[in-house]
T-cell receptor, first 111, second 115 residues
């Protein structure tokens, strides 16, 4: 019940295309859903996050869509660029508890 | 701020040796987390501290692993004796406001290779 399932494991997208990464969770007590971005040789860094009372959040080319009834959320990267090539982790947590990370998606944007 | 500082960045050691990884959290942050990252298992939380006190060490693989936080600006993760299966990238992260705070700041990691 503590797991966050992330797919796909890897993704290749043409420059200018839309990258989509999906995550699912079981624990309805989770109240915050962040996405972390990790470049090779670096630690993960917070990219964007959403709370379950919001169905969508957009920051620049990055959008989180949240479906509370389905217990699913996804990251969309519009107009994907080679600089977006990285590993993306979805995560979930509840107040005063630890972050549960997905397994990660390795995204490669073709130039 | 310099961010979370970890040392060493790379460590190569032989099986059976003791390994000590070090972390300096961001000043003012009162929660500190140790993670291990491998291709097979992804990001695993090993242990976290709040106000220098260990809160949850259920992720520590076995008794060969130990972590300490003697003060608010320093933490160590020790492996003794090390084994080849311990080879991974170890990250330290810190946050403010306790474990309920949602943003964690990660260090650059220590790449450990045990031969």
């Amino acid at each position: 019940q503590q797991q966050v399932k992330q797919s796909p494991q890897s993704l290749i997208v043409q420059k200018g295309g839309i990258s989509i990464i999906n995550c699912a969770y079981e624990n309805t007590a989770f109240d915050y859903f962040p996405w972390y971005q990790q470049f090779p040789g670096k630690g993960p860094a917070l990219l964007i996050a959403i709370r379950p009372d919001v169905s969508e959040k957009k920051e620049g080319r990055f959008t989180i869509s949240f479906n509370k009834s389905a217990k699913q959320f996804s990251l969309h990267i519009m107009d994907s660029q080679p600089g977006d090539s990285a590993t993306y982790f979805c995560a979930a947590l509840k107040r005063d508890d630890k972050i549960i990370f997905g397994k990660g998606t390795r995204l490669h944007i073709l130039p | 701020d310099a961010g979370v500082i970890q040392s060493p960045r790379h460590e190569v050691t032989e099986m059976g040796q003791e390994v000590t990884l070090r972390c300096k959290p961001i000043s003012g942050h009162n929660s500190l987390f140790w993670y291990r990252q491998t291709m097979m298992r992804g990001l695993e939380l090993l242990i976290y501290f709040n106000n220098n006190v260990p809160i949850d060490d259920s992720g520590m693989p076995e008794d060969r692993f130990s972590a300490k936080m003697p003060n608010a600006s320093f933490s160590t993760l020790k492996i003794q004796p090390s084994e080849p299966r311990d080879s991974a990238v170890y990250f330290c992260a810190s946050s403010s406001g306790g474990t309920g705070t949602y943003e964690q700041y990660f260090g650059p990691g220590t790449r450990l290779t045990v031969t």
